[in-house]
C-alpha cells in the first residue's frame, strides 16, 4: 500500500474542501443571500446552499481522521475489526475508517 500518494490526494483533498468552505463562509450579505436562495429555488435548487457546507465540512472531518490515523500507523485498518483494508476499497473511500464488510 502506497501511504505517501494516499496522504497526498487526502491532503489534496482537504484544501478544496477548506476553499470550497471559506467560500461559502464569505457570503456575508443577507440580502445577497436571500438573492442567492431566490435564484437557487427558481431553479428547483432546494436547499443545496446549506447542503454543501455541511456536506463539505464532514468529508473534511473524516480526511482530518484519516490523516490522522495515517501519523499514528492505524491507517488502512479496520477500527471496528482490525482487518487490512483492501487497496481498492481505499481507492474509492480513501477516508474510511472501516472496511468493506463492516462498512456495509
Same mark, same amino acid.
Given at each position: 500500500?502506497?501511504? @505517501?500518494?494516499?496522504?497526498?490526494? /487526502? #491532503?489534496?483533498?482537504?484544501? #478544496?474542501?477548506?476553499?470550497?468552505?471559506?467560500?461559502? =463562509? *464569505?457570503? +456575508?450579505?443577507?440580502?445577497?443571500?436571500?438573492?442567492?436562495?431566490?435564484?437557487?429555488?427558481?431553479?428547483?435548487?432546494?436547499?443545496?446552499? =446549506?447542503?454543501? +457546507?455541511?456536506?463539505? /465540512?464532514?468529508? /473534511?472531518?473524516?480526511?482530518?481522521?484519516? /490523516?490522522?490515523?495515517?501519523? #499514528?500507523?492505524?491507517?488502512?485498518? *479496520?477500527?471496528?475489526?482490525?482487518?487490512?483494508? @483492501?487497496?481498492?476499497?481505499?481507492?474509492?473511500? +480513501?477516508?474510511? +475508517?472501516?472496511?468493506?464488510? *463492516?462498512?456495509?
Amino acid at each position: 500500500m502506497n501511504f @505517501s500518494a494516499r496522504k497526498q490526494s /487526502l #491532503e489534496v483533498r482537504r484544501l #478544496e474542501l477548506a476553499g470550497l468552505l471559506s467560500q461559502a =463562509a *464569505c457570503i +456575508p450579505d443577507p440580502a445577497q443571500m436571500a438573492s442567492v436562495r431566490q435564484q437557487v429555488a427558481a431553479r428547483g435548487g432546494g436547499g443545496a446552499i =446549506a447542503v454543501l +457546507p455541511k456536506a463539505s /465540512l464532514d468529508e /473534511l472531518r473524516r480526511i482530518d481522521a484519516a /490523516l490522522a490515523r495515517l501519523r #499514528e500507523g492505524s491507517y488502512g485498518y *479496520c477500527q471496528i475489526c482490525g482487518d487490512d483494508m @483492501s487497496d481498492d476499497w481505499l481507492d474509492q473511500r +480513501p477516508a474510511s +475508517p472501516f472496511c468493506r464488510t *463492516c462498512a456495509l
